[in-house]
């Protein structure tokens, strides 16, 4: 069961990521709108709207809050949390969601003045109660404050802890990153279905509706594994086969191998 959570809530930067997560938690109704406050340099500058509490600066965002979102890009995040340090408590939850950034960097950054310190990596599918999210706790961060982080992010999807910090990145580059890999596979096969005379609104239609399809059929079989599915829907000889032939040959594997390896590496350079 969802639980309903009170704590008070600041998003200090309020991009794509933490816009999916609020969506995700008040679908979920995890939480209420009136506990939630965000800032960002367009909201503040009125280019972009909020129907929450619109803080004017970070510090004030992050002086009433129990639990203070760090969701700008790792680039940003020494000169907000600089921004903060002042305001910040050891009886408040950090939670940073910036890929690489690391929870002893993070701490350092607040002049150590708090160990409630948890790095988050969610995929933006928490937007849809479908999340998955990784969580690594500084090792000091108390057991007894470890709820609200499990319910927040449960209400969006699926948590797993991660006891190495270093794993986070492995997720990053699986899980953070991985809907738009997927995105991309769809754009492709919209790129294929056209060049072959399919209407942009059938393609559409059979690429979403096919995605859906595979995704049901893997969550819906706990024995088989991908492989064993694969097999399952391709004969010897057929239509299938032709296809997942050429993307051997064409070392379809190693490509993906490589292409996780780049963002892998990329979130390690981040931090
Ligand atoms: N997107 C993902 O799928 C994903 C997945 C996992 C983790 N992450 C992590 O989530 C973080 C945010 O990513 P995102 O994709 O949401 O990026 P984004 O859409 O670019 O959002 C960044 C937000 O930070 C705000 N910002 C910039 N400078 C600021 C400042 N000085 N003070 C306060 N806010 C400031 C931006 O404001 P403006 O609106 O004014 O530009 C924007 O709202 C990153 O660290 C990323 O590593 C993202």
New binding site residues.
């Given amino acids: 069961m969802i639980q309903q959570l009170t704590e008070k809530i600041s998003f200090?930067?309020?991009?794509?990521?933490?816009r999916a997560l609020v969506e995700g938690a008040l679908r979920a109704e995890a939480l209420k709108p009136e506990m939630l406050t965000v800032?960002?340099?367009?909201?503040i500058a009125g280019r972009?709207n909020t129907p929450f509490h619109l803080a004017m600066t970070?510090l004030q965002a992050a002086e009433h809050a129990d639990v203070i979102v760090l969701?700008?890009?790792?680039s940003?995040i020494e000169?907000?949390c600089q921004e903060i340090v002042d305001v910040v408590r050891e009886d408040q939850i950090i939670i940073s969601?910036?890929?690489g950034k690391t929870v002893s960097k993070i701490e350092n950054y607040l002049a150590c003045r708090t160990a409630s310190i948890v790095r988050a990596?969610?995929?933006?599918a928490v937007a849809v109660e479908a999340g998955v999210t990784a969580l690594y706790y500084h090792p000091a961060f108390k057991k007894s404050k470890r709820n609200f982080v499990q319910d927040f992010f449960q209400s969006t999807g699926t948590v797993i802890e991660v006891d190495k910090e270093e794993d986070l990145d492995l997720f990053?580059a699986i899980s953070?990153s991985g809907p738009a890999y997927f995105f991309y596979f769809q754009e492709a096969l919209m790129h294929a279905a056209s060049r072959l005379g399919l209407s942009q609104e059938i393609a559409q239609i059979l690429v979403k509706q096919t995605m859906h399809g595979a995704s049901l059929l893997t969550q819906n079989s706990s024995s088989a594994t991908f492989q064993e599915k694969r097999a399952e829907v391709t004969s010897p000889g057929g239509t299938t086969a032709a296809a997942i032939s050429y993307l051997e040959k064409h070392h379809f594997l190693e490509l993906i191998d490589q292409m996780v390896e780049k963002a892998y590496l990329r979130a390690r350079e981040l931090g």
């Fill in positions: 200090i930067g309020f991009g794509d990521l933490a800032t960002s340099p367009s909201l972009k970070n969701a700008v890009k790792p940003q000169m907000v969601v910036a890929a990596m969610p995929n933006t990053t953070g």
